[in-house]
């Protein structure tokens, strides 16, 4: 009877243990590659990255040096204007769904938004191809922004959504009872106190997009030139990548090396800044 | 008569339709109008029936309160305490399903009408809940926040508005120096002190409590007790308490629910020490509920 009992002890532990090690093993593995990308970018694109390469422009072929400052100021607009025509829409989307879950629309834009953010991001580069790019008569750095905008809605949109379910009653209440109107309410008292979800959502949906090469090719295009001009064809940092990658010269992909490590420290910096931003205006109810 | 003071006579008229006569000085304005309230019913509910859904929350509910003066509701959980609490300014507007029947009254005109802007009456009533909910702001900006919303700008009366709703919270003293301090910083006496004169600052005439102290330790409780005591002499008060030394302290008439009737209606002094129904009896001596 006692050893019985032992024995189930002793069993119980050894399965603790080993389902214990399974946990860390497989984490250790699936972290794995991405010490190993990070690693291997940071090895290639150290030695590319100077003052010169951030502020210079590319040369032609078959001189040394230069730089990628047309692709970062170029991602720079794209992104911006991307968040400018994002942020509004997918807040309201947001609001929307968390103020009337029921609603006959709701149960339609929860669905659609859930489908958008499986949508490959190509798809989403052609359909603005045929919907703007056509139109318009050209590429331009506006239907890239259009795109990435897309892209940007469901995450944001999501975040909103949670944040503001999770924000009291008391709240809602407290600002009705003083007088408040719907809009009021919302604006002054609702949004205030989900900022910080919002704000993350904002910039972990950046941090996603800034990275897209797929819904730029056939909208923003690429552009050896430094241009601010919107509705002309702009360079980015993924398509230059995209470009000098492929590209048989050892100088251009050096380059493209260079660009990615500065890329992958841009996301790293967006997330940090969301962490500080969650913490610094963290609500508690 | 109709001529000069013809439009301030008007005022003085109650709806019983005794004239003020004489010269109209402010003194006598102001008589009249004491006496006016000593006649006239702030609140007042007619026959009125509460549905959330199928349930039927209040059944003919008849009642009226005077102005300066403070009732307590009391009752079991589930009574329709808060239900009724929450009709004055349609708060329960916001919960669906929710339908009611019969009158509502303040200052004799019916909150239901069509005419009725909600925004408006909501302004004239304020509420206290149950549990403090300060906004996620500074302690002036939550203050401030009625006044904003119903689209005060002026930079200076805000802040004397402010200052003098803390005063009346009590509250001032203690927050003077930090009021740019997120609200949430401070104690739960403190925020349910800072929520009443966040109510107050928008000068309504009726305040609404929903159990103000359940939340609270007894020191902080009995400041708020204090407390309404002192703004009964401003405003009409509504208080929902489980608390029956809390209603024997702080009201001057009491109304005892169950299961959604108007057991009780009466003096404080007399619900508690010589109540007519024998259920009465029994919820304030503890036997249930």
Redesign the interface.
């Known amino acids: 009877m006692i050893n019985n009992v032992e024995r189930a002890v002793r069993t119980r532990h050894i399965k603790n243990s080993v389902f214990k090690w399974g946990v860390i093993a497989f984490t250790f593995i699936a972290v794995l590659p991405l010490i190993f990308i990070l690693y291997y970018l940071v090895q290639k694109g150290v030695t590319s990255i100077t003052w010169a390469f951030l502020t210079h422009m590319p040369k032609p072929v078959g001189e040394t040096g230069g730089g990628i400052l047309n692709a970062i100021v170029g991602s720079a607009i794209i992104i911006f204007m991307a968040c400018i025509i994002a942020i509004p829409f997918s807040i309201a989307i947001g609001v929307y769904l968390s103020e009337f879950p029921k609603a006959g629309i709701a149960n339609w834009a929860r669905l659609s938004i859930d489908m958008l953010q499986g949508v490959p991001s190509i798809v989403i580069g052609i359909v603005i191809y045929e919907w703007v790019v056509k139109p318009m008569g050209g590429f331009s750095a506006i239907s890239g922004s259009i795109a990435l905008a897309i892209m940007m809605i469901p995450p944001i949109a999501k975040a909103t959504e949670e944040t503001l379910k999770r924000v009291?009653a008391?709240?809602?209440?407290?600002?009705?009872?003083?007088?408040?109107?719907y809009y009021?309410t919302t604006m002054?008292?609702l949004l205030?106190?989900a900022m910080s979800g919002i704000l993350s959502g904002v910039i972990l949906s950046i941090a996603r997009i800034s990275g897209e090469t797929a819904p730029l090719l056939f909208t923003s295009f690429g552009n050896p030139y430094l241009s601010a001009n919107i509705t002309k064809p702009m360079s980015s940092i993924p398509l230059l990548i995209f470009n000098y990658a492929i590209s048989p010269y050892d100088e251009w992909q050096k380059l493209a090396w260079g660009a990615s490590l500065v890329l992958i420290i841009f996301i790293f910096l967006l997330n940090i800044i969301t962490k500080i931003a969650e913490r610094k205006w963290k609500?508690?109810? | 008569m109709n001529g000069l003071f013809g439009e301030r006579k008007r005022e003085v008229i109650n709806p019983n339709g005794v004239e003020v006569t004489g010269l109209l000085s402010s003194e006598m304005l102001k008589m009249a109008q004491y006496k006016e309230n000593e006649r006239m019913n702030k609140l007042q509910t007619k026959n009125v029936n509460c549905w959330y859904s199928d349930f039927h929350a209040l059944r003919d509910i008849n009642m009226e309160m005077k102005h300066n003066t403070v009732t307590a509701l009391i009752g079991p959980s589930g009574c329709g305490k808060s239900t009724y609490l929450r009709i004055f300014?349609r708060?329960n507007d916001?919960i669906e399903g929710f339908r009611l029947e019969g009158e509502v009254l303040i200052d004799n005109k019916d909150i239901f009408a069509k005419d009725i802007r909600i925004?408006?009456l909501?302004?004239k009533v304020?509420?206290v809940?149950q549990?403090p909910?300060?906004?996620?702001?500074s302690i002036f900006e939550n203050v401030a926040?009625?006044l904003?919303?119903?689209g005060v700008t002026h930079k200076k009366f805000i802040k004397e508005t402010v200052e003098r709703s803390l005063k009346q919270a009590a509250l001032w003293e203690e927050v003077k120096d930090k009021l740019d301090k997120n609200a949430?910083s401070l104690s739960g006496g403190q925020q349910q002190r800072l929520?009443i004169a966040?109510?107050i600052a928008?000068e309504p005439s009726v305040v609404l409590m929903d159990e103000p102290t359940s939340a609270l330790d007894p020191i902080s409780s009995a400041k708020i007790e204090e407390l309404i005591w002192e703004l009964k002499a401003k405003y009409t008060i509504l208080i929902v308490t489980h608390n029956m030394q809390q209603a024997a302290r702080v009201s001057d008439k009491t109304a005892f629910f169950y299961l959604g009737e108007l057991i009780e209606y009466d003096d404080t002094k007399t619900i508690f020490t010589n109540p007519k129904k024998e259920k009465t009896q029994n919820y304030i001596t503890g036997r249930f509920g």
């Not at chain 1, 008391?170 to 109107?181: D, N, R, V």
Request: glycine letters at 8%.
């Open positions: 009291p008391g709240l809602k209440e407290a600002s009705f009872s003083l007088g408040a109107s009021q002054r008292a205030p106190a609500v508690q109810y | 300014n708060m916001l925004n408006e909501r302004k304020g509420m809940f549990k909910n300060p906004f996620p702001k926040y009625g904003r919303v119903n949430l929520c966040r109510a928008i």
